[in-house]
């Protein structure tokens, strides 16, 4: 990273330019903690907690275990669990073994699974003791590779007083029936002995991930990510997450051993939950407040709303869907939030207005950041404060990462500032590649001055201050009357009505114009709204070619597991009419 294009006088203050010391496994990360923090709290799950030691000593028995069963180095082992305290455990030990961990999102249907195993050419998997997860695991498994399944039921993990009432009152989840031959994890911990085998990791070159993605473009493919992608990310992140941690205190990096509670609200499976959350309290060895449904509660995320105000949650990275729910909770005044200190912001564009309600409910900061699976996944952030940042943008590439702008044809031409094209990254948080698709991977590499860039299919430029701004994503470009009009230009706005909750844009062909700008938007509960009213507000903000000419209103909006809003889904609904 050049400091003339990137240190301006807005990159934020003592964070360095560059990181070294990331050269390692990404299981070290859990032995360190452990060695320096042993007795303190890492998982909480509904009142129980396991120390790092605790957790150590478990993901040594699980690879203990694994080898027993013949996993060796770059094998392939599945997760398919929600936020459970089994995972990091789970996750540890599975690259303890020098195996390859899997993460599967736990609302697949066996179908999807069936592929995601095949594709990754997994031999054992993990999953929950569960009537709906346990049969789709035994669904998913047939015509695989997968000879171990082990079953993970959450009585173990919660205070001793409430697994006996949840066991009398059935409360606790589990399957109705089991096949031979299947194992319980707590069986699994107890047989092994703590002593993982002995394996050599290069971690710039083997594996410790493939992350699926794609999923809301095409057939989904794996990213298969080195243990040096995250360990890097991690690093960087470490120096550049900057918040004052006492009233009106200085800002400063994430204190260690306990200070702070992480609120797991993102999904694991996710590279965004997974590396700013499970492995960021995890790195920084503080506690991590497992939550399987961030929507769980009458109303839905009062559960969250509750766990915040219970564990006194002080770091909750999360997307903008989550802040929506927040700002927008009925209860919302009913919590107490104020513990809340720095919040991370990704997986989709934050509406400027969602993050101005959000801090003035909470007195947070929401420093914005940019990412994708394929870069582990954290590439650029805003600075973590309210004077250095800006928002609407996506900051810089954080220490040791560069970013290019280039031309959408081919990706070969770096633009000028200023001058929107393709996003290309080039740091040691880019993935090694697409799990065998050599013609994928053709496509999305560029090298550049010597450099290997990926290109991420985001539309964006860097202003004259040398922050990013996404314009949209090349895919969802609209273009009317041969002017470009990008969705997220015409949902920020739309943002800014205060009858509005949600809100995507979506392009519909037109005989006059090419194409025609459509919005779908849910209102706030209890709010009530005219399409007339909406449109009459876009006029007031937008340039004539980029106002919605049709407004359809929803209960909710179609979104994925982890937030973000899926304008595909909206598209083929649209298409099939």
Excluded at 419 to 432: F, H, L, R, S, Y
Aim: proline fraction near 8%.
């Amino acid at each position: 990273m050049t400091a003339i294009k990137w240190q301006t006088r807005s990159w934020p203050p003592g964070v360095p330019s560059d990181v070294n010391d990331y050269d390692r496994t990404l299981y070290s990360i859990l032995d360190e903690s452990a060695q320096q923090y042993p007795d303190q709290v890492y998982t909480i799950f509904n009142g129980g907690a396991k120390t790092f030691a605790q957790v150590k000593d478990t993901a040594d028995r699980l690879a203990n275990f694994l080898a027993s069963r013949g996993i060796q180095k770059g094998d392939r082992v599945a997760v398919f669990l929600p936020n459970i305290p089994h995972y990091p455990a789970i996750f540890f030990g599975i690259l303890k073994t020098g195996a390859v961990c899997v993460t599967c999102n736990p609302l697949y249907t066996s179908t999807e699974l069936n592929y995601q195993l095949k594709d990754a050419g997994a031999k054992a998997v993990f999953c929950m003791d569960h009537p709906q997860f346990y049969p789709t695991t035994v669904n998913a498994i047939q015509d695989t590779d997968v000879k171990t399944v082990v079953i993970c039921n959450v009585k173990s993990y919660l205070p001793k007083f409430k697994a006996i009432l949840g066991s009398l009152l059935g409360k606790i989840p589990k399957a109705e029936q089991y096949d031979p031959g299947h194992l319980f994890f707590d069986q699994v911990i107890e047989a092994a002995r703590p002593q993982p085998p002995e394996i050599r990791i290069a971690p710039s070159e083997d594996l410790a991930l493939i992350i699926y993605t794609g999923g809301t473009t095409g057939v989904p493919k794996g990213a298969a990510l080195t243990h040096m992608n995250f360990t890097y990310d991690l690093r960087a992140l470490e120096e550049w997450v900057r918040i004052p941690q006492e009233p009106d205190g200085p800002a400063e990096t994430i204190r260690r051993g306990g200070f702070h509670t992480f609120l797991g609200v993102l999904p694991w499976y996710h590279s965004f939950g997974m590396t700013t959350c499970m492995l960021t309290a995890c790195g920084s060895g503080n506690k991590l407040v497992c939550i399987p449904d961030p929507r769980a509660g009458n109303p839905p995320f009062t559960e969250v709303l509750k766990a915040v105000q219970k564990y006194k949650a002080t770091i909750m990275p999360a997307v903008p869907t989550i802040f929506v729910a927040f700002t927008n909770h009925p209860l919302l005044n009913k919590y107490d939030l104020t513990s809340l200190q720095g919040c991370f912001s990704g997986g989709a564009p934050l509406p400027p207005e969602v993050c101005r309600q959000f801090e003035s409910k909470t007195g947070a900061v929401i420093f914005e950041g940019y990412g994708l699976s394929e870069t582990a996944p954290v590439a650029s952030s805003n600075p973590t404060n309210k004077t250095g940042r800006k928002i609407g943008s996506i900051g810089f590439p954080i220490p040791g990462t560069d970013i290019k702008i280039v031309d959408i044809e081919t990706g070969f031409e770096e633009l000028p500032r200023g001058q929107d094209g393709e996003i290309a990254i080039c740091g040691p948080q880019v993935m090694k590649g697409y799990w065998n698709r050599p013609e994928e991977n053709k496509a999305v590499f560029r090298e550049l001055n010597g450099k290997r860039y990926f290109l991420t299919g985001d539309v964006g430029h860097i202003d004259d201050d040398g922050f990013i701004i996404i314009t949209d994503r090349k895919k969802d470009l609209i273009l009317v009357s041969g002017f470009n009009v990008y969705p997220r230009d015409v949902e920020d706005v739309l943002f800014q009505h205060p009858k509005v909750a949600m809100a995507a844009v979506i392009g519909l062909p037109d005989a006059k114009s090419g194409e025609s700008v459509k919005a779908f938007v849910q209102l706030k509960l209890g709010e009530t709204a005219s399409e007339e009213e909406l449109i009459e507000f876009c006029k007031k903000h937008l340039a004539a070619y980029k106002r919605p000419r049709q407004i359809e209103f929803r209960a909710s909006l179609p979104v994925s597991p982890i937030g973000k809003v899926l304008r595909r889904v909206l598209k083929d609904e649209e298409r099939d009419k």
